[in-house]
């Protein structure tokens, strides 16, 4: 089951492009309770920050967009957010998954300046 979810996440497909979302910050909270600040460039790029550590981000991590539906990945793809983002734009939930077959939930909230 772990292996179709993660092959689900690798093969959902990006034709169009919706709302925007570059220029902003997300605070996602991992099922463990990981918090992780996340930037998200206009060139598909993010920038993140691990509370209580460094910030990190490259080219390797990228994000997509397709309506509502986005997926953003570290380190080429190892680790794999794929989520919805609600109709005001302003919360994000759905699952996260590595090349291990591990797997765990995620929110995330707009942060607002």
Known sequence: M???????????PFVG???DI???GWKITDQDGTQTIY???????????RVKSDVL?????TW????????????DG?????GTINSSWDFMSGMRMNTKGEYENFS??????
């Open 2 to 12: 772990k292996k179709l979810l993660f092959v689900l996440l690798l093969t959902i």
């Open 78 to 82: 190892y680790s794999i957010y794929s």
């Open 22 to 24: 570059s220029g902003t």
């Open 57 to 61: 981000g490259d080219e390797d991590e």
């Open 108 to 113: 995330g909230e707009l942060i607002k300046f």
């Open 17 to 19: 492009f919706g709302q």
């Open 39 to 49: 930037l998200f460039e206009s060139d598909g790029t993010f920038t993140y920050l």
């Open 64 to 75: 997509e967009l397709d309506g509502n539906k986005i997926i953003f990945k570290h380190n």
